[in-house]
């Protein structure tokens, strides 16, 4: 686990912050308008840390924010400061998910399913283009311009960007501010939107309610992962000693065939199969 941040310390890429900021449906409105270059008003408060599972056995994912408006399009909006090397396949099962909570059982009218935006906003190039942000829709390649138009769009925003080319000054002020979640970046921005952030930010860093939740999720946080090291400390010493006896029936086979056993007395012996016996 990362050091430990100060509350103050932490920028809108860190989750925590972002959450807290995000829960004002304004802010999350104003940043999704400037993502997106449209007006956007939002239906319902936004929901943090919103979990989500097609079945009991299948596998949970948990969307930092959810959020739906007025038109009904969805917005899953994530925070990633690293780069795990498998966030396009990601952002699908997160997609995949959605969708599959969008008609009842034995509805069959698909043209009800809602838009779906899934949007990553990251510190890191994640195709190396230089661009500040990478829109994705399904298209075909055989009809260049092409559109499938399902009403899924994954939209990967890079922090780091140094191409401007197809977004406003406003969004890459945005992504400046996620990265350094400041008043002078915010001052510097010149956006009234991204102001309106940076009091919503004062007021959470100057919390002390809000500076104890901080502190009792990162112990949480921190006893999770204590408790999976130990985990796999005892999976490993475990591992361990399976090996340890493997490697002693190893050395007794090859005692008992120097003695002139056959490999089928052997193998009763010492439990290791004739194919395991022959590669010895």
Known sequence: MEKKKELKDLN???RFLFAEAVEDPEILQDMLEIILGKDIVLKHLPQTEKEGRR?????????????????????????????????????????????????????????????????MIMPFDLFGKGLYRYTFRMACEEV???ELDDGATRIFLNTRGTDPAGVSQELIALLRYFEKTSKEVAEHSSSSRILKMQKKIEQIRSSEEIGVKYM????????????????????????GRQTGREEERKAMAAELK???????????????????????
Not at 67 to 80: G, H, K, N
Not at 216 to 239: H, I, M, S, V
Not at 260 to 265: F, I, P, V, Y
């Open 12 to 14: 809108l890429l860190d």
């Open 55 to 119: 079945a009991a056995w299948s596998r949970q994912i948990r969307m930092d924010v959810w959020a739906m408006d007025e038109s009904e399009a969805i917005y899953d909006t994530e925070v990633q400061k690293k780069n795990t090397h498998n966030l396009p396949r990601r952002t699908r099962l997160y997609n995949g998910l959605i969708d599959s909570k969008l008609l009842e059982s034995g509805d069959i009218e698909y043209n009800k399913m809602n838009d779906v935006y899934i949007i």
């Open 144 to 146: 260049p311009g092409l």
């Open 258 to 280: 120097k003695l002139g056993l056959s490999l089928e007395e052997i193998s009763s012996v010492t439990k290791l199969s004739l194919e395991e016996l022959r590669r010895l």
């Open 216 to 239: 009792n999720a990162y112990e949480e946080r921190l006893l999770e992962l204590q408790e999976a090291r130990e985990e796999g400390l005892q999976e490993g010493r475990k591992e």
